[in-house]
């Protein structure tokens, strides 16, 4: 279903809300746990958040951390920034230190939203956020905080009302941190048309209608959640089923009970879907589509078969949408697609140099749309112009393209992981490790795991007449970073393989993997298991 203003600048994630309440009153819209939300209902709400919001002294293009579990409270402040102009900042609930702080003073956030679970995180790094003024707590906390708090409940106890600023498709609507790899995590902003845009690829691609069902089981502080689901979900009329989190155990009851017809994924989900004892009824589901990427090869057609799903995957990033996309029609495993007509795309060599068909090349995006891609990376002049050389943006990440078009992910150029649906930037964890006081130097690197994506090994050497075991340098890390960044893998050795400019060569670590000298915290919780 496109878009039909007559002023293409009403492109506005609220407008978008608006036009469907116009058109569909108060119908059921957003189902959490035994809530139901009408499309009435969350502009409504989200309005009660725009005038609290405003009243607090929030103004266009203010910044407004949000760190928040899947709940409807997320929906509701996500529309009432917009509402203002304001900018929604997400952050990653397992965040904490140095980085949770990092995050929220280099997007200069005013103010922040919190669960209440998470206050003590704040309060630890409080001291280092200059920026921050008030802090807006969804739930009761015990946690004393230096700063003003308000609650969620007293933000919100008003009429809505609300003078609204003029808000077109080509202002920020939200900063979302990505992976830094030679350095600190950037900040993607993202303009009010793109999520607009991405919903209209992924309603037309999927062949969503108002009978569909979305189940949204993906943490809202990604992008995929909000842009992937919940925007699709409101621009095809459909219904969307919002769950806390993503549950292999309830996901098919999930599916059944609500009539869900749509899920996105990330790739270590089909195998953790596929691991489950196998039923005579697997197949007796309403989900006719799942929508991701990553889904090892030799798994893609005994999981269609099994679930009589189809798999669409694609390939995209923060920062540029969706550019690489398969067909519904002829839906084919190992490969992301083939460009999708509003982007321009081009492989290269090291040199810029393009390729030839099937040779590998860095991956360059341009898009022939208007504000579909991120406008800058905040407060970061150089990494912009370093990402956009050459009036292409470069990905960083190795593909190559067949003689039909098709395109194949190969590796990343960058040092990125990904672990556990989580990009990680093998930068922090290394910042991290370095600051303890036994370590000299110290690189992560990406080992495959067995749910295709990666768990990370930590490659170190010692300062001189120091020592640290495995178990501590773990220890240290988990007080420090979020879980799903502390290594599995531990190698201390003597010195690091160095250039003759003395850096760190990677790429023999990762040639040479997990050796017989490496430690493996994975071995470690077996026998914990085992023996409890």
Same mark, same amino acid.
């Given at each position: 279903? *496109? ?46 958040? =725009? ?7 929030? *103004? ?12 409807? /409270? ?10 203002? !102009? ?7 609930? =397992?965040?904490?230190? +140095? ?15 919190? /669960? $209440? ?5 704040? #309060? ?85 209608? /108002? =009978? ?10 990604? !992008? ?24 292999? $155990? ?33 197949? +007796? ?8 990427? !990553? ?18 995957? !694609? ?99 960058? +040092? ?26 110290? #690189? ?10 990666? /768990? ?77």
């Amino acid at each position: 279903m *496109a878009l039909q203003p007559l002023d293409m600048r009403s492109r506005t994630v609220h407008q978008i809300l608006a036009d469907r309440v116009d058109r569909y009153g108060n119908r059921d819209f957003i189902r959490f746990c035994d809530q139901v939300f009408g499309f009435q209902d969350l502009d409504r709400e989200s309005n009660r958040v =725009a005038a609290g919001l405003q009243a607090l002294g929030v *103004a266009k293009g203010d910044k407004v951390a949000i760190m928040l579990e899947n709940r409807p /409270e997320y929906l509701f402040l996500w529309f009432g920034l917009s509402k203002l !102009g304001a900018v929604e900042v997400p952050l990653n609930t =397992a965040h904490k230190g +140095d980085l949770l702080a990092y995050m929220i003073n280099h997007s200069d956030c005013r103010m922040i939203v919190i /669960e $209440s679970l998470y206050v003590a995180e704040l #309060a630890f790094c409080l001291k280092d956020l200059s920026k921050l003024e008030k802090v807006i707590v969804m739930d009761e906390s015990g946690v004393s905080l230096s700063l003003p708090r308000i609650s969620y409940d007293a933000l919100t106890s008003n009429d809505g009302k609300f003078d609204a600023p003029e808000v077109t498709w080509s202002d920020p609507l939200a900063i979302l941190f990505t992976s830094g790899t030679t350095g600190p995590s950037k900040g993607a902003v993202l303009p009010q048309n793109y999520p607009l845009h991405l919903a209209e690829t992924i309603v037309k691609t999927a062949r969503y209608t /108002e =009978a569909d069902c979305l189940y949204n089981a993906l943490p809202l502080f990604h !992008g995929n959640a909000q842009f992937l689901s919940t925007m699709p979900a409101l621009l095809s009329g459909a219904r969307m089923v919002l769950a806390p989190r993503f549950s292999a $155990s309830n996901f098919w009851s999930d599916v059944r009970q609500y009539g869900c017809t749509e899920f996105n994924y990330i790739g270590g989900i089909i195998p953790i879907l596929l691991k489950a004892e196998e039923r005579p009824d697997d197949a +007796d589901n309403p989900l006719r589509i799942m929508f991701g990427g !990553g889904c090892p090869v030799n798994l893609f057609d005994p999981f269609q078969k099994r679930f009589g799903v189809k798999l669409i995957e !694609g390939y995209g990033m923060s920062e540029i949408g969706l550019p690489l996309m398969n067909s519904i029609d002829d839906p084919r495993s190992g490969n992301c697609g083939r460009v999708h007509p509003d982007y321009e795309t081009k492989l290269v060599d090291d040199d810029g140099v393009e390729v030839d068909v099937d040779m590998p090349g860095e991956l360059l995006i341009r898009s022939k749309k208007p504000y579909s891609m991120l406008l800058e990376y905040y407060n970061m002049p150089e990494k912009t112009v370093e990402a956009w050389r050459d009036l292409w943006f470069h990905t960083g990440d190795y593909l190559r393209r067949d003689q039909d078009g098709y395109y194949y992910f190969i590796d990343r150029k960058k +040092d990125a992981l990904r672990r556990n649906g989580e990009n990680i930037s093998s930068y922090e964890v290394e910042r991290t490790i370095n600051s303890h006081p036994a370590v000299l130097e110290s #690189a992560a690197v990406a080992v495959v795991s067995d749910l295709a994506e990666d /768990e990370v090994m930590v490659c170190l050497s010692c300062r001189q007449g120091k020592t640290v075991t495995p178990e501590e340098l773990i220890q240290f890390c988990e007080q420090r970073m979020a879980y799903f960044m502390v290594p599995r893998y531990v190698r201390i050795m003597d010195e690091l393989p160095k250039t003759p400019t003395q850096r760190i060569q990677k790429y023999r670590l990762r040639e040479e993997g997990v050796t017989s000298d490496t430690w493996d915290r994975g071995h470690i919780s077996k026998r914990k298991k085992n023996v409890g």
